[in-house]
């Protein structure tokens, strides 16, 4: 074999191993939306069983996720890829991380319904859908900039979690002054706090990856700074008592 046959072989085997990361780190985000659906529709069905096989099933994406951090590991040592070809590889295994975390808090909503479940139904459950729909979105984006190497969509996914900041802020407001006009909701609006927030950091680690994809394209990072919108920590809780 002549030395420019192997190194056509050496490229067409590289980019062979690419395109699998490509498909792996695919069907690893489907499915955690898959599970992020499950929660959200476990807990507005006050479902316990269909909670429980979304925290099960959680560890298909850890495993998905533990293959894939192999797999990079394997894709430096023996090919040490450079220039692009790194940054193909570095970005698939920091969006493995954060697809991994993303379904890890699609198993902390549903585990928090199963206590949820045991107190009587609140109403601004409701709201949660759609704080999870904009999460959904902002995935789904996410995943396709990556998809496709389109850093301008990933730019606009990365904008857009300011929706999701505000709409988490209102629904922050809401449940506070419901748990301040009748202390017996302190408990399951605490919950749906932690699972509001949960839905939101959904949200950053779409940001995330919109940013590595970004890195990804052009070797720079985003430049401008992101507006983060979540003015939680900014306000005033008073004494429910």
């Known amino acids: 074999m002549s030395n420019a046959t192997g190194s056509e072989h050496i490229v067409k085997s590289f980019d062979t191993e690419l395109a699998r990361l490509t498909l792996e780190l695919q069907r690893m985000g489907e499915l955690a939306l898959i599970q992020l659906?499950?929660?959200?529709?476990?807990?507005?069905?006050?479902?316990?069983?269909?909670?429980?096989r979304v925290i099960?099933?959680?560890?298909?994406?850890?495993?998905?996720?533990?293959?894939?951090?192999?797999g990079v590991?394997?894709?430096?040592?023996?090919?040490?890829?450079?220039?692009?070809?790194?940054?193909?590889?570095?970005?698939?295994?920091?969006?493995?991380?954060?697809i991994e975390r993303i379904?890890?808090?699609?198993?902390?909503?549903?585990?928090?319904?199963?206590v949820l479940n045991q107190s009587a139904p609140v109403q601004l459950v409701a709201a949660l859908p759609r704080l999870a729909d904009l999460a959904r979105n902002l995935v789904?984006?996410?995943?396709?900039?990556?998809?496709?190497?389109?850093?301008?969509?990933a730019l606009d996914a990365w904008a857009n979690d300011e929706e999701l900041d505000e709409q988490y802020t209102g629904l922050f407001r809401e449940l506070l002054t419901y748990m301040m006009e009748d202390p017996r909701n302190i408990t399951p609006c605490t919950h749906l706090l932690f699972m509001a927030k949960n839905l939101e950091r959904i949200g950053d680690h779409a940001t995330n990856i919109?940013?590595?994809?970004?890195?990804?394209?052009?070797?720079?990072?985003?430049?401008?700074?992101?507006?983060?919108?979540?003015?939680?920590?900014?306000?005033?809780?008073?004494?429910?008592?």
């Open 73 to 98: 590991i394997r894709l430096l040592a023996l090919r040490q890829p450079m220039a692009r070809d790194l940054r193909e590889v570095l970005a698939g295994l920091r969006i493995a991380t954060d």
């Open 37 to 52: 659906d499950a929660a959200i529709d476990a807990v507005v069905e006050r479902d316990s069983d269909a909670a429980m």
């Open 103 to 114: 379904g890890d808090y699609a198993a902390n909503v549903a585990k928090r319904s199963l």
């Open 56 to 70: 099960n099933d959680d560890t298909r994406i850890d495993a998905l996720e533990h293959e894939i951090s192999q």
């Open 210 to 241: 919109a940013e590595n994809v970004y890195f990804l394209v052009h070797g720079t990072m985003i430049e401008q700074e992101r507006r983060k919108r979540d003015a939680t920590t900014l306000l005033p809780v008073d004494d429910p008592r």
């Open 140 to 153: 789904e984006q996410v995943l396709e900039a990556y998809r496709d190497g389109d850093a301008d969509k």
